[in-house]
Nanobody, 117 residues
Framework: QVQLVESGGGLVQTGGSLRLSCAAS????????TGWYRQAPGSQRELVAI???????HYADLVKGRFTISRDNAKNTAYLQMNSLKPEDTAVYYC???????????WGKGTLVTVSS
């Protein structure tokens, strides 16, 4: 079981930026595919971005070109840089680590991002 702690959420105006961080208790991040998901009120949780152990990335169409996922294996931390934020980006953002072999999912408790218009 990997413990994940997200941080960096908050209130920002439309067009602003935030960087979310996800600190992991696991020291070998190459065993995991790392993802960021979000859940807006009344909506299902949706994929925002993922990064593989090889560094490949995938983004949801709604955030492509605005968000960047990355991770620092030396710091056991994943990041989500969010630029040009829109009110529809308002949600609780969750970090996910999925084991590459077992498929086991590990989730953080989430961090709230609120974008005001």
């Amino acid at each position: 079981q990997v413990q994940l702690v997200e941080s960096g959420g908050g209130l920002v105006q439309t067009g602003g930026s935030l960087r979310l961080s996800c600190a992991a208790s696991e020291s070998n991040l190459n065993l995991y595919v790392t993802g960021w998901y979000r859940q807006a009120p009344g909506s299902q949780r949706e994929l925002v971005a993922i990064i593989t152990s090889g560094g490949g990335t995938h983004y949801a169409d709604l955030v492509k070109g605005r968000f960047t996922i990355s991770r620092d294996n030396a710091k056991n931390t994943a990041y989500l840089q969010m630029n040009s934020l829109k009110p529809e980006d308002t949600a609780v953002y969750y970090c996910n680590f999925r084991h590459r072999i077992s498929g086991a999912d590990n989730w953080g408790k989430g961090t709230l991002v609120t974008v005001s218009s």
